[in-house]
């Protein structure tokens, strides 16, 4: 079955910028979601179809897709941004989501 | 607005069943792919099953196929997932969501509901 690889937990200073990825084989041929999920609350979509923003997500969300791996990149990141991020693939008539990644603004 | 609530959870014995509903409204439940997905305590995004915009196209997840049933009534905007012979190991928060672009993008998702299997 396919699978996504996440880094467990990044982190990044108020300001900078994170970049969080997702490996999987030839996830560049696929299209890739990122979704932010914070604390008790249910998950957002970020980033779709490897680069697009759904409305109301800040121009600071960006996303790539090319080879094996999908980036995430938030620049001049907020405390606000701090949540669990996940990438998600659509393969073989299956959805599949990476297993998540910490995101921590210190 | 486009709204996602979801009911049905609760405690339930190993074996048992259960029916989840998730009610639709402020959108053209009719023109939408939904998919349901779960999250188990502490845990990450599980996606469980899909069902296109007619209902003539149903996907399952291994870890459910045969005892899990998704459908919808486009007629009542709504979306069901039937859970039988439940194990432990679905305990989980169940959310419904809306595919955006018939690939699994999620745009909307529920509040969610927990379901915890558990003699």
């Known amino acids: 079955s396919y699978e996504l690889t996440q880094p467990p937990s990044v982190s990044v200073s108020p300001g900078q910028t994170a970049s969080i990825t997702c490996s999987g084989d030839k996830l560049g041929d696929k299209n890739a979601c990122w979704y932010r999920q914070k604390p008790g609350q249910s998950p957002v979509l970020v980033i779709y179809?490897?680069?697009k923003r759904p409305s109301g997500i800040p121009e600071r969300f960006s996303g790539s897709n090319s080879g094996n791996t999908a980036t995430l990149t938030i620049s001049e990141t907020q405390a606000m941004d701090e949540a669990d991020y996940y990438c998600q693939a659509w393969d073989s008539s299956t959805v599949v989501f990476g297993g998540g990644t910490k995101l921590t603004v210190l | 607005q486009v709204q996602l609530v979801e009911s049905g959870g609760g405690l339930v014995k190993p074996g048992g069943s259960l029916r989840l509903s998730c009610a639709a409204s402020?959108?053209?439940?009719?023109?939408?792919?939904m998919s349901w997905i779960r999250q188990a305590p502490g845990k990450g995004l599980e996606w469980v099953s899909y069902v296109s915009s007619s209902g003539n196209t149903i996907y399952y997840a291994d870890s459910v196929k045969g005892r899990f049933t998704i459908s919808r009534d486009n007629a009542k905007n709504s979306l069901y997932l039937q859970m039988n012979s439940l194990r432990a190991e679905d305990t989980a928060v169940y959310f419904c969501?809306?595919?955006?672009?018939?690939?699994?993008?999620?745009?909307?998702w529920g509040q969610g509901t927990l379901v915890t299997v558990s003699s």
């Open positions: 402020g959108f053209t439940f009719s023109d939408y792919f």
């Open positions: 179809q490897d680069t």
């Open positions: 969501a809306r595919d955006l672009d018939s690939i699994s993008s999620l745009d909307y």
